[in-house]
């Protein structure tokens, strides 16, 4: 009896741990980066070419434009993606911030998070740096408990996408 005793003990306080990690982070942020040798120009102009971002996202099963803005703030997408499972998750994607050859500012909506990528572009000795600052929260008070301890995965998701764009742009 008192060994399960104990293992209650144990499985409650784990769960109150779990539980509190939602109160306590309320979003998951993080940083990736990449450095290309090629002019910031073309990096910006080929990085925000929605005909050419498969080639760097390979789960992005399709993206089409739901409200395409010509000076690009404002516009929403809607991505399909498909999981290793080939199920399809859809996300809605719209651009908050866009200005040209310096940052371009992203949310993903979709039903388990919401999601915000700042890209920062910038230009040096003859190679563009891209910078993003990343901010994940749970589409539910379960999911904003979950993410924090998945921060590494997300991020390392999020620089494998850097540097295969970096590869194909730089192939070009």
């Not at 690009?72 to 498909?82: D, W």
Request: aromatic share 12%; with cysteine; proline share 2%.
């Amino acid at each position: 009896m008192k060994t399960i005793k104990i293992i209650l003990g144990v499985i409650i306080a784990l769960t109150i741990v779990f539980l509190a990690t939602g109160l306590i982070f309320k979003e998951t942020t993080y940083t990736t980066k990449v450095t290309i040798n090629k002019p910031v120009n073309e990096v910006f102009s080929v990085f925000n070419d929605t005909s050419k971002i498969k080639n760097w996202i390979p789960e992005l099963h399709s993206i089409e434009a739901e409200n395409e803005k010509t000076e690009r703030t404002g516009s929403t997408y809607k991505l399909v993606m498909k999981n290793k499972n080939g199920e399809e998750i859809v996300m809605r994607e719209k651009v908050m911030a866009f200005v040209p050859n310096e940052k371009v500012t992203l949310r993903f909506n979709s039903s388990t998070m919401l999601k915000t990528d700042d890209y920062v572009f910038s230009f040096s000795d003859g190679n563009t740096t891209i910078e993003n600052n990343s901010k994940c929260v749970g589409g539910s008070y379960i999911l904003s408990c979950l993410y924090p301890y998945f921060k590494g995965k997300l991020k390392s998701l999020d620089q494998e996408y850097l540097n295969n764009f970096k590869t194909f742009i730089e192939k070009q």
